[in-house]
């Protein structure tokens, strides 16, 4: 995949600016299918690595995206169905759950001083087309900046939903997980013992 062109900015602007990178504590939702939540793979970003996201290079990258309240989760996880008509796979399981989580080195993407020295602004973040410049083989514009982050060995990124006005949603790099950060699910209990087949 090509480097985005803003690569080598992003990565001295966090080089220059290292408190940039900042504690962040909060509950978040996170919904995905049974398999990404089963004991083997639960919040150790596979499927980030698998498919490439907004904020993460596929192939690269192991990261967990969450959101901050319920109308973000649910315009993030459903947006292709009411954008491009209902798919099979947008019926399939899927499981939500509720985190605590405690991080200590993240680039907070929603704050102005921090989008002020990377030169950005959020509509630039909101309207990139992540997925067709990843299919073109180029890594887009928030790719970029999440790699930039993850090579300055952030623990995530608080960034702005593209699908929710207002809507916050958080990154999680579980490599980079220092010792004190807690990703804790909450109600864990609740889960199923086994989680294994229950989606195709």
Known sequence: MRAHPNFSHFFAVLT????CLA?????????????WLSAPYRFTGAGAVLAGARWSVRGLMPAVYASTDPDTLNAEVY???REYGWLPEDFHPRLTVGMR???QRTLDLTQPA???RLRLNPKELIHCDWLAEQTAGREALTQALGRAAFEHLAEGL??????SVDGINV??????????TRIEVLSANLLPPDLHGLDA
């Not at 608080?158 to 699908?163: D, T, Y």
């Not at 990154?171 to 004190?180: A, I, M």
């Open 171 to 180: 990154v999680y790099f579980p490599c980079h997980r220092l010792p004190g």
């Open 23 to 35: 504690p962040w504590e909060g509950r978040v939702l996170r919904q995905a299918p049974p398999r």
């Open 114 to 116: 921090t989008l002020q």
């Open 79 to 81: 947006y292709r169905g």
């Open 101 to 103: 989580w405690e991080m």
């Open 158 to 163: 608080v960034v702005p939903s593209a699908r």
């Open 16 to 19: 220059e600016h290292p408190e």
